[in-house]
Nanobody
Framework: QVQLAESGGGLVQVGGSLRLSCVASGGTFSGIIMGWFRHPPGKDREFVATINWSGTRTYYDESVKGRFTISRDNAKNTVYLQMNNLKPDDTAIYYC?????????????????WGQGTQVTVSS
């Protein structure tokens, strides 16, 4: 089972940008679907974006479409989440996750491996 480690979170002002990274180890990264979820304070964990094994297909939650971009570099075993035009509602702990299920997995139970999370705080 692949191990995942996120980085890149931090404090940013409204309208700012951040790029999250998630490095995978201990498994076959290139053959699995990767996703990003977030857990806002006081709310349930929610789906953000997912990308297929080759990086040719992506799917986003409506709340981030047009602002966030998911990408991957299989040579570096890394998936990214570029977040632009950040809003206070984007404040959350962000998790990357790995799925071996069917496209496009949007439910937490479809993902088998999870990182420890990275905090993103958007201040107004």
């Amino acid at each position: 089972q692949v191990q995942l480690a996120e980085s890149g979170g931090g404090l940013v002002q409204v309208g700012g940008s951040l790029r999250l990274s998630c490095v995978a180890s201990g498994g076959t990264f290139s053959g699995i679907i990767m996703g990003w979820f977030r857990h806002p304070p006081g709310k349930d964990r929610e789906f953000v974006a997912t990308i297929n094994w080759s990086g040719t297909r992506t799917y986003y939650d409506e709340s981030v479409k047009g602002r966030f971009t998911i990408s991957r570099d299989n040579a570096k075993n890394t998936v990214y989440l570029q977040m632009n035009n950040l809003k206070p509602d984007d404040t959350a702990i962000y998790y990357c996750a790995a799925s071996e299920g069917l496209w496009a997995p949007r439910l937490s139970r479809e993902y088998k491996s999870w990182g420890q999370g990275t905090q993103v705080t958007v201040s107004s």
